[in-house]
């Protein structure tokens, strides 16, 4: 893929999920807009985990997050798996260097030290409740005096550290998707940098670790929209050039509300799980930023990464619609490249069991067989199961197709099957034919009492599809199996 030069600062991005949990599809779609950002101009993208929430978090997400990644076909420059020179890549790794800067902001004058207990903070915004006023920090040890903060230290009083929020100052940033936004500082409480157990909050850290790495454009979701002038703030309080911000909408459900469980699969994983293809979730996701039409012709990723610019990402909220996501999958299942579609369904080959019970070529013939009803790679279960577990079941009338004229359907199409020399495509249409003038029977009543002989199923691909890779051999065998039944 041919790389954009650009002029100046070469464009750094990252992707910084907190590893308490799964991958959302919505922090997904954030991490497919820094990459693919960064690939079309050319730049860098930083993978960088937000651990500080140490209850929750576990390694396990964080190799669940990785692998998800990957799996959707996102690649990172720098990161905790692969290192980098602005690493560490982990924030617990990084509590020194938040601690260090607050103190420097305390000594400057632009933090202080906060010996409000939680206790006290919740009975105050109860009170401003109470009043009909926002809630938020009422400054009240902004207003200690430098002998009351110095006895409280001395006692070892537990504190946090706050930054000083400058008054009457207007915050303003060009938002790259949402255009010119502006916030007055004085609604904005004073807030807290470094909590008493000594972790650095979230606005905090991400201001540290994006300059220290050098992040130039932030791409992320427009619910951070108000933490971006508190950013802005540390930024000029640290004396340094904020990086440019786009945020993109969040991603709702179907009933207008933010996308969670009730809604379906939200994890990354699960989708994997259920048989989406990750080039129909990529396209999808790039899909409801208005970067490329749903229901156009489909690109892979070379082709969004051309496509992709950050400045057209629609500023209206997207919705999430399984359904329209299950159509797309089926689409790519049907038009991606054979070995490309084999290549995906290699793990659920493997966890079926069949992948060592068929040959490379009857795998392939059989893939090709169900791919036109595939809505899901794990459509194709019951399609195989055709080919490695015949069961005779209790027979059922259908359409007509009571016992005697099932055994009277299956005795005459065994015996034209004899008559043709191979029973590919064509030889299974001759004996067909002949076997629908001989028994009288056609339509419905003959070729259900076909499909449930030979597969054991009432649905799935074509019987031309089916007969040809089962073989005349076999093809008589299950006949005469189900004829001792009926």
């Known amino acids: ?73 996102i690649r990172w420059d720098e990161g905790p798996d692969i290192g980098g020179d602005r690493g560490p890549y982990r924030q617990t790794e990084r509590v020194r260097l938040y601690r260090e800067l607050a103190r420097q902001l305390v000594t400057e004058g632009k933090a202080y030290p906060c010996f409000c207990t939680e206790a006290e903070l919740e009975a105050r915004r109860q009170e401003q409740m109470k009043r ?19 006895r409280y230290l001395a006692e070892g009083r537990p504190h946090t550290i706050r930054f000083r ?78 990086p440019l911000y786009a945020h993109h909408p969040l991603i709702l459900g179907v009933d207008g509300k933010r996308l969670s469980k009730r809604h379906g699969a939200t994890a990354v994983s699960q989708f994997r ?17 208005g970067i490329v039409a749903s229901d156009g012709p489909l690109k892979g990723m070379d082709e969004i990464v051309e ?20 159509w797309i999958n089926g689409r790519f299942i049907r038009e991606l490249p054979p070995d490309r579609l084999l290549g995906a369904l290699k793990p ?6 069949v992948a060592d019970k068929l040959g490379p070529e009857k795998v392939r013939a059989i893939v090709a067989c169900g791919r036109d009803n595939a809505h899901l790679l794990t459509d194709f279960r019951p399609v195989f199961e055709i080919f490695t577990r015949h069961e005779v079941r209790e027979w059922q009338p259908d359409g007509g197709t009571d016992r005697e004229t099932a055994r009277n359907i299956l005795e005459i199409f065994a015996e034209t099957c004899k008559q043709v020399e191979i ?11 002949a076997a629908m003038k001989r028994s009288g029977q056609k339509g419905r009543p003959f070729f259900m009492t076909l499909r449930r002989a030979l597969t054991g199923q009432d649905h799935g691909p074509e019987l031309v599809k089916i007969i040809p890779i089962l073989g005349k051999d076999e093809v008589l065998n299950r006949i005469a199996r189900v004829l001792e039944r009926l």
């Open 165 to 242: 929020v400058p008054e009457g100052e207007t915050v303003s940033f060009q938002d790259i998707i949402h255009g010119e936004i502006t916030f007055s500082s004085d609604t904005i409480s004073d807030f807290i940098l470094m909590r008493s157990n000594g972790m650095a909050s979230y606005n905090w850290a991400v201001v540290v670790d994006d300059a220290k790495m050098g992040v130039t454009h932030v791409v992320r979701g427009d619910d951070h929209i108000s933490n971006t002038p508190k950013q802005i703030l540390l930024y000029h309080a640290l004396e340094l050039r904020p």
């Open 273 to 289: 799980r259920e048989g989406y293809l990750p080039e129909a979730l990529v396209f999808y996701l790039v899909g409801l930023g």
């Open 348 to 353: 659920f080959l493997e966890a079926w069991g």
């Open 307 to 326: 496509a992709f610019d950050l400045s057209q990402v629609s500023k209206g909220t997207a919705v999430f619609d399984h359904k329209k996501l299950l």
């Open 1 to 73: 893929m041919k790389k954009k030069q650009t002029d100046g600062p070469r464009v750094r991005v990252r992707f910084a999920p907190s590893p308490t949990g799964s991958l959302h599809i919505g922090n997904a779609r954030t991490a497919l807009f820094n990459f693919l950002y960064a690939r079309k101009e050319g730049g860098r993208l930083i993978l960088r985990l937000e651990d500080t929430d140490l209850e929750r978090s576990e390694e396990r997400f964080e190799t669940e997050i990785m692998e998800s990644l990957r799996w959707m076909g």
């Open 423 to 433: 029973l590919d495509e064509e030889g299974y249409i001759r004996a067909a034919k």
């Open 132 to 150: 009909g006023h926002p809630p938020g920090y009422d400054g009240r040890c902004r207003r200690l005096s430098d002998e009351e903060r110095a």
